[in-house]
């Protein structure tokens, strides 16, 4: 019978290996921090869980077989469309194990995961309500009724234990003048102080956020930059939450490792609010900045609750490059609101921004996603639009009002996927891309333009891993 485990008092006994796994799905690439931080909190209630990663690796029905539960990290959609898949999995070789989903997209899916999919969800600060869970199904407690547990209490961090993860050279790495490095992946905080609609993070953490203390911060960073890794990504929903605790972890990072450096995700907003801290990122060793700018419609902005405008957007590209740091901007290209113009719009502010090679081929092809829990399902804006929830898809469809939008999304989706299948340079994919959508509006189609391959021109850092949510 399907149930959920609330938080309780630990309880002593035998804690053998394998009894607890950990699975992780997919992390935008990087060694999953969703199982590791996880596994050190098991590890240090005494229990040594095994850990999965089937990003990397193949699904093994051993560990599976071996497991009385099974934890499956879904921080992210794809993630969740993975995990689905191998909770299946994990049924067919052991139906009597407790399956439990955790993360974001495990709470705004809970419904759906507890109709049958997973005996347990959990979510928020999460760590802690697991040790109790797997405690509780270890020493045989009694089943209570099956529904979700999000947690919002400050944990006590110890540093993730990534020893049993597979080794950095199967995961992300930064590629910059012509070669690659090993990256590490930290969070200094966790949750977010914002609340745009589109994001998953505020109906979990309601607009909170918690830092994480900057010793474990530093533990976790040196364990792997130890293992190999130059440059580090910092995880954070977003870096300037707490401007002060962010400033502090890098300034720390930077004394201990001069010559490693650093990315962050930061809102528009944000980036204007503090720009005076932007030039001693630049000197800590920030090579660049992701920030979501979704869109260059002000009406689309208000929709989604963003924080900034359109006019916010060039100057605080201007802050960061005057800062010596790279923007890499991200965008929902398609939503309900978005015209044919708006994405030309978007287009233009690439090419004429020079941020070609700044900007990832997928996004011009991502559309808004409304999972279930989402704020915009609340939205009088979104509301005529929505058709119904895709159980396949895990996410609520919806239909655009100009049918020439659908046709250039499935059309731009299409060209990006095969382009990235070939490994097509960024700057064809953009004019293929900007192709299609001036083919859209009618318009005649331009020269093409001359441009430097890749190979010749300077191509702005990044990573190997597409960024998208």
């Known amino acids: 019978m399907p149930h959920k485990i609330s938080p309780g008092g630990r309880l002593g006994g035998v804690k053998p290996r394998g009894e607890v796994l950990l699975v992780a799905c997919y992390e935008l690439g990087h060694q999953p921090l969703s199982v590791a931080w996880p596994a050190a909190f098991l590890e240090r209630a005494g229990h040594v869980p095994a850990v999965m990663d089937v990003s990397v690796e193949p699904f093994d029905p051993d560990r599976a077989r071996a497991a009385r539960v099974v934890a499956i990290a879904v921080p992210m959609h794809t993630a969740l469309r993975v995990g689905v898949k191998v909770a299946g999995q994990v049924r067919a070789v052991n139906p009597g194990c407790h399956v439990c989903f955790y993360g974001l997209y495990a709470l705004l899916n809970a419904d759906y995961l507890l109709a049958g999919v997973a005996d347990s969800v959990l979510g928020g600060e999460s760590e802690e309500a697991l040790v109790a869970l797997v405690e509780r199904v270890l020493a045989a407690a009694p089943a209570g009724t099956p529904s979700p547990r999000a947690s919002l209490v400050k944990l006590d961090f110890p540093p993730p234990a990534r020893a049993q993860l597979p080794g950095l050279k199967q995961y992300v790495r930064l590629e910059r003048d012509g070669r690659q490095e090993l990256t590490a992946y930290v969070e200094a905080s966790r949750g977010c102080l914002h609340r745009c609609r589109h994001c998953p993070i505020p109906p979990v953490y309601g607009g909170r956020f918690f830092v994480v203390p900057r010793e474990t911060v530093l533990a976790d960073a040196r364990q792997q930059i130890e293992a190999g890794a130059r440059h580090v990504t910092f995880g954070d929903p ?130 808004l996603l409304v999972p279930p829990g989402s704020l915009l399902l609340e939205s009088e804006a979104m509301r005529p639009w929505l058709r119904a929830f895709a159980p396949d898809e895990l996410h609520h469809r919806w239909q655009h009002p100009d049918p020439r939008m659908e046709r250039l999304h499935a059309d731009a989706s299409a060209l990006v996927a095969e382009a990235a299948e070939r490994g097509e340079d960024a700057a064809v994919t953009f004019a293929r891309v900007r192709a299609l959508a001036e083919a859209a509006e009618g318009l005649p189609p331009r020269p093409p333009a001359t441009r430097d391959t890749a190979a010749r021109r300077r191509v702005a850092p990044r990573l190997t891993e597409p960024w998208f949510c």
Not at 268 to 279: G, K, N, S
Not at 290 to 305: K, N
């Open 238 to 367: 977003d870096f300037l939450n707490g401007p002060g605790h962010a400033l502090a972890v890098a300034r720390a990072l930077h004394a201990e490792f001069p010559d490693v450096t650093f990315d962050v995700t930061a809102k528009v907003e944000h980036l204007l609010a503090h720009r005076r801290h932007l030039p001693e990122l630049g000197g800590l060793g920030c090579l660049f900045v992701v920030s979501a700018v979704e869109s260059l419609s002000d009406t689309v902005l208000a929709h989604l609750d963003k924080g900034h405008t359109a006019a916010d957007v060039r100057p605080a590209l201007v802050a960061v490059r005057a800062a010596g740091i790279t923007l890499r901007p991200t965008w929902v290209a398609f939503t309900p609101w978005t015209t044919l113009a708006d994405y030309r719009r978007m287009l233009d502010f690439v090419e004429g921004e020079d941020l070609v090679d700044a900007v990832d081929p997928v996004q011009y092809s991502i559309r």
